[in-house]
């Protein structure tokens, strides 16, 4: 549920769960002011609006507070110069009693055959990670201890990009990003840093129009900032994210396949020369990636990639990886693990490091057995190569999966990880830890 003043009247959204917009808009009151104290109470099923003690409307309540349990959150306009949150106040009514949930120990308990100790004890180790969000670490027990229990490194999932770390110029939110550092800390695991530069997830204030040398100081403040400010703490940075293009037309007439984003319009492709020099300059001891997806497999898009990383190097860029995402979400992006080793090795000739990043895939029900032969295909690769440094998935569970099935309306959760909705695992689990013990056999025999 939301609720605010929108035009001098009390306006009320609520969702059901069954589609990204509200199921329900109301409107009441008129000639709020800017300055209104609300309150919502439950009756009878009913949801009593009140604004400034004086009861406005009511609506169905439809179960939003079924649980018994609240979040509180608030949203801040795009327009005017922003404002603060000075306290924030819960208490129970009449009769009622209330809790405050304090925020939950970051450590997990751990046994020793995990995903993350079968990799560990391989003859040459690598990493199991996955992408985490701060909300469910700190709200679902399930989510925070499976994530502690299996993976030895973690990207965060979104808490780490523009949009979400610099909402606006100067003004820096690291809250969410401390949280999962500071989860990984307690927990031995490393953090994976997700993504310096970007043309996508941006704050509305980078895209507006600016010169070539505003928006080139814009990129390296903002490389400077956030990898400054949690240096040490970040193994590894995706330095610059997904710069090839998806248009065909970018790849022929002497175009290089490299997208023609905001960065590079400004500062062509030197934008990748600047965005490293910058984190290596912030941060000496991070290992330093560019990421990219449908790179796996051949065809125009890795060879753009390819003669990419042959013009960095000789640049002296002091790029040290690549990462692989491996997004699979149709049949036609399912590549033999045979050609994606070839990859991998021609990065290794080229002296780099390779990783799978962002790994999930995407079926149906009864494909399951597909995704297993899928990511465990990647996995192996991945144990098999020298300069392979780490396997991540994109997420675990498809309880908070960033994939969707949209053959259907509302569409529903993606089966495109490793454990299910209710974090029962998969045959994708299984095959996974197969890799990691035959890896493990073959090294000591």
């Not at 999966?401 to 994708?428: F, I």
């Amino acid at each position: 549920m939301r609720i605010g003043v929108v035009g001098g009247r009390l306006r009320i959204d609520r969702w059901d769960g069954d589609a990204d917009r509200p199921a329900m808009t109301r409107t009441f009151g008129s000639g709020l002011g800017r300055e209104v104290r609300l309150a919502v109470e439950v009756r009878a099923n009913r949801l009593v609006l009140e604004a400034d003690g004086r009861v406005v409307g009511t609506v169905p309540a439809r179960d939003v507070f079924g649980k018994g349990r609240i979040w509180f959150g608030a949203d801040a306009g795009a327009r005017g110069k922003g404002w603060t949150l000075n306290a924030l106040d819960a208490r129970s009514l009449g009769r009622g009693r209330m809790s405050v949930v304090d925020e939950p120990g970051l450590r997990v308990p751990r046994s020793s055959d995990a995903m993350r100790d079968l990799a560990a004890d391989l003859p040459r180790p690598i990493r199991m990670g996955t992408a985490l969000a701060a909300g469910p670490l700190l709200a679902d027990s399930a989510y925070r201890r499976t994530a502690g229990e299996e993976f030895s490194m973690l990207t965060p999932e979104n808490d780490f990009k523009p949009q979400f770390v610099q909402p606006r110029r100067g003004v820096f939110a690291f809250a969410e990003g401390d949280v999962l550092v500071d989860f990984a800390e307690a927990n031995r695991m490393k953090v994976h840093g997700h993504t310096l530069v970007w043309f996508e997830a941006l704050p509305a204030w980078m895209r507006v129009e600016m010169t070539d040398g505003q928006r080139r100081r814009v990129m390296v403040e903002h490389i400077r900032a956030v990898a400054g400010h949690f240096r040490g703490k970040v193994a590894e940075w995706d330095v610059v994210n997904e710069p090839m293009s998806d248009e065909d037309e970018d790849y022929s007439n002497g175009n290089r396949g490299v997208r023609p984003q905001l960065w590079f319009e400004a500062m062509g492709e030197q934008y990748i020369d600047i965005a490293f020099r910058a984190a290596r300059e912030a941060d000496p001891h991070s290992v330093l990636y560019l990421n990219e997806y449908g790179v796996e497999e051949d065809g125009p898009r890795w060879d753009a990639l390819y003669a990419l990383l042959i013009r960095l190097k000789e640049r002296g860029v002091p790029i040290d990886g690549v990462g692989f995402q491996d997004h699979e979400y149709a049949v036609g992006d399912r590549t033999d693990p045979e050609v994606f080793r070839r990859k991998v090795r021609a990065l290794a000739g080229l002296g780099l490091k390779a990783r799978v990043s962002e790994a999930d895939v995407l079926v149906d029900e009864d494909e399951e057995d597909i995704q297993a032969r899928q990511l465990a295909g990647k996995l192996a690769v991945c144990a098999e190569e020298p300069n392979c440094t780490s396997f991540s998935t994109w997420g675990f569970t498809d309880r908070y999966g960033s994939t969707a099935d949209l053959r259907h309306y509302p569409p529903s959760p993606g089966n495109a990880l490793p454990w299910d909705a209710a974090y029962e695992v998969k045959p994708a689990y299984w095959a996974l830890r197969d890799v990691l013990d035959n890896a493990g056999r073959s090294g000591t025999e």
